[in-house]
C-alpha cells in the first residue's frame, strides 16, 4: 500500500516537474482537454502561429439580444496560450449593450475601455455588496475570480473593451441562461428564485428554455 501511494506520487512529482521545466506546452486541439488543460501538441509540430492570435482585431457580429458581442482567444481559439495562466478578449457593444451578469468560475478578469464608455461592476459574495463605475477610455477595472459582475455600454457611442483573464480557460456561467434557457421546471424556478411562473415562462420563451 506504502509503495504504491509513493509510485503514484512519484509519478505526479515528475509530471508536474516536467511541465514546470517545459518552455511552453502548444495545445493539442486533436484531443480533449482536461482539468490542466490541453495536452501538450509535439514539438517537432509547433510553429509561430500557434503563438499568434490576429482575432481580436476585427469585431464579429452583435447578438440582437444582447447588443453586445464577445471575442475570445481562449486556449481552444489560442493554443499557445496552454498552460501558460492567461487568456484574453474582446468585448463589442452597440448603444444600449449589454453583458448580462455572469461569472468566470476559473480566473480573474481585467477590462481595459479601448472606446466609448461602459459602466461595470461586481458584487461581493460576503455580503453581496455592489462596487460598479461608469468607466470611460482608457480606464482599468479588475474584477476578483468567480464574482457575479457585468457590463453596459452608457455611452451614447459603440464601446469596445479589451479583457485579460488569468486562465486559458476561465470558464463562463450567464445568470438568465442558467436559470431561464434550461429545461428546469417552472416550478422549481419559481421556488428558488420568487418569481411568478408567468414571468418564468416569458423569461424562458425569450432565452430558449423549456418546461
Request: charged share 15%.
Amino acid at each position: 500500500m506504502y509503495f504504491q501511494a509513493f509510485f503514484i506520487f512519484s509519478l505526479l512529482f515528475i509530471s508536474s516537474t516536467q511541465a514546470a521545466v517545459l518552455d511552453f506546452c502548444v495545445g493539442d486541439l486533436s484531443v480533449p482537454d482536461g482539468p490542466g488543460g490541453y495536452a501538450c501538441k509535439k514539438p517537432s509540430k509547433v510553429t509561430v502561429d500557434d503563438f499568434v492570435f490576429s482575432g481580436l482585431g476585427t469585431p464579429v457580429k452583435l447578438n440582437p439580444l444582447i447588443k453586445a458581442a464577445v471575442t475570445p482567444a481562449f486556449a481552444p481559439q489560442f493554443p499557445g496560450l496552454n498552460g501558460l495562466g492567461i487568456s484574453m478578449a474582446r468585448l463589442d457593444f452597440a448603444v444600449g449593450g449589454v453583458i448580462p451578469m455572469h461569472t468566470h468560475p476559473g480566473a480573474s478578469e481585467v477590462l481595459y475601455v479601448v472606446q466609448g464608455e461602459i459602466c461595470a461592476g461586481f458584487i461581493s459574495s460576503s455580503d453581496n455588496k455592489v462596487f460598479f463605475k461608469n468607466l470611460k477610455q482608457g480606464d482599468i477595472m479588475v474584477y476578483p475570480q468567480g464574482l457575479l459582475h457585468f457590463q453596459i455600454n452608457s455611452g451614447k457611442t459603440p464601446a469596445m473593451a479589451v479583457i485579460s483573464f488569468s486562465s486559458p480557460t476561465p470558464g463562463l456561467q450567464i445568470t438568465d441562461f442558467a436559470l431561464f434557457a434550461n429545461d428546469l421546471a417552472t416550478e422549481l424556478v419559481a421556488a428558488t428564485t420568487f418569481l411568478d411562473a408567468a414571468t418564468i415562462k416569458k423569461l424562458k420563451g425569450v432565452l430558449g428554455g423549456t418546461n
